[in-house]
Structures are given as C-alpha cells and as structure tokens.
T-cell receptor
Framework: GAVVSQHPSWVICKSGTSVKIECRSLDFQATTMFWYRQFPKQSLMLMAT?????????EQGVEKDKFLINHASLTLSTLTVTSAHPEDSSFYIC????????????FGPGTRLTVL | GENVEQHPSTLSVQEGDSAVIKCTYS??????FPWYKQELGKGPQLIID?????GEKKDQRIAVTLNKTAKHFSLHITETQPEDSAVYFC???????????FGKGTRLSVIA
C-alpha cells in the first residue's frame, strides 16, 4: 500500500516550453502533497506544499508563476514548469501524506527534467 | 524553523560490518523522525521511522535510536550488504502536515 506514482519519469524539452508533471496516490487519498526538487548529489529541497482544493503554499524563493501547482483531487497533484529554461533542469519528486492523519510521507519515483 | 544536520556525508564499510549515520535537529517540538534510502535515479524510500515517544526501534538489520534531550537520532545498519549501498537521508517533522526537513544525506558504500 501507500504507492505514489509520477508521470512522466523523464522528459526532455526545448527552452521556452512548458512541462506538466503528474503525481498520483494510487491506493490512498492524500490530503497533502509536497513537491521537491533535487540537484545532483544534493538533498531534497521543498518547493511547495499542496492541499487538495486550495492554493499551494510556496517556499521562499520559489516562483509561484513559474511552478504552477494544482491539487484538484485527493489523488492527483500536478506541477507545471512554465517557460522552462536550462537552469530548471532537475529531478522533481512529489510526496503525499495519508488523509486522516499519520506522519508517514510517501515519495514518488521522481521525474527527471532536462531543458535544452 | 527546523534545521537538520547529518554526518558523515560519505561512509564506506566492508561487507558484514555495521554502519552508523547520525543526525541532530534544532526544534524541540519535532516529533517524527524518518529515514529514507535513495538509490540512483529513484525517489526516496522510507526504511524506518521513530516517533518522539519512543527511544529505539528495530526492523531486522536496521535500527534507529532517538535521544530527545540531546536532540539527536541515529540509523544503525548491521551486517551490511552491497545492496545497502545508497544515499540515506534523515528528516524531522513537527505535528500535523508540516513538511519534513531533510538532512543533506550520507552516501553509503558497502565494499564486497
């Protein structure tokens, strides 16, 4: 149980285009989902906290107009990287917590974005 | 806010030996401390966690200890195997759905 999936697993796009990444909780309902980015050999950096049906809360320094987050249902959150540039190339990982409580945070397999 | 320090950044052990990774945290209100294993190109996988009302927890070859007074917690892996080689992250979190705060990670290499 408690499986989180991401799609796509990797994507290559041209500079200036937008890319959407999906995060799904497959066998549970997730009240809260988190989006992280991870540069090579570094730790996970929290980008934003996404609650179902409400606006995401972005961490300091993360541009909300560039990284659009939508959490329309209890099983799906999306991250759209708008007007992507090479410096946006990174490993993006989502995680989810169970609705109804519990501390466990379950991570997706990640999406590797490469912007040419 | 919470700050988590993790040591060492790299660790090499011989197969069969034990490995210990240590973390400290700053916020005394934190009450949940998970450990994650991340293999190359994959997302982090929860391997063990401990809550603040427990001092030690064990699951087969993996154990975690927590010292609330000193605000530090440790991961112990016994009888290490090559497949234990990965990056390990500790994290800390307060109550509710506050985000996890991660340490910087430890790259463990188990040499056969």
């Amino acid at each position: 149980g408690a499986v989180v999936s991401q799609h796509p697993s990797w994507v290559i796009c041209k500079s200036g285009t937008s890319v959407k990444i999906e995060c799904r909780s497959l066998d549970f309902q997730a009240t809260t989902m988190f989006w992280y980015r991870q540069f090579p050999k570094q730790s996970l950096m929290l980008m934003a906290t996404s609650n179902e049906g409400s606006k995401a809360t972005y961490e300091q320094g993360v541009e909300k107009d560039k990284f659009l987050i939508n959490h329309a249902s209890l099983t799906l959150s999306t991250l759209t990287v708008t007007s992507a540039h090479p410096e946006d190339s990174s490993f993006y990982i989502c995680s989810a917590t169970l609705a109804g409580g519990g501390n466990e945070q379950f991570f997706g397999p990640g999406t590797r974005l490469t912007v040419l | 806010g919470e700050n988590v320090e993790q040591h060492p950044s790299t660790l090499s052990v011989q197969e069969g030996d034990s490995a210990v990774i240590k973390c400290t945290y700053s916020d005394s209100a934190s009450n949940y401390f998970p450990w994650y294993k991340q293999e190359l190109g994959k997302g982090p996988q929860l391997i063990i966690d401990i809550r603040s009302n427990v001092g030690e927890k064990k699951d087969q070859r993996i154990a975690v200890t927590l010292n609330k007074t000193a605000k530090h917690f440790s991961l112990h892996i016994t009888e290490t195997q090559p497949e234990d080689s990965a990056v390990y992250f500790c994290a800390a979190r307060g109550s509710g759905n506050t985000p996890l705060v991660f340490g910087k990670g430890t790259r463990l290499s188990v040499i056969a």
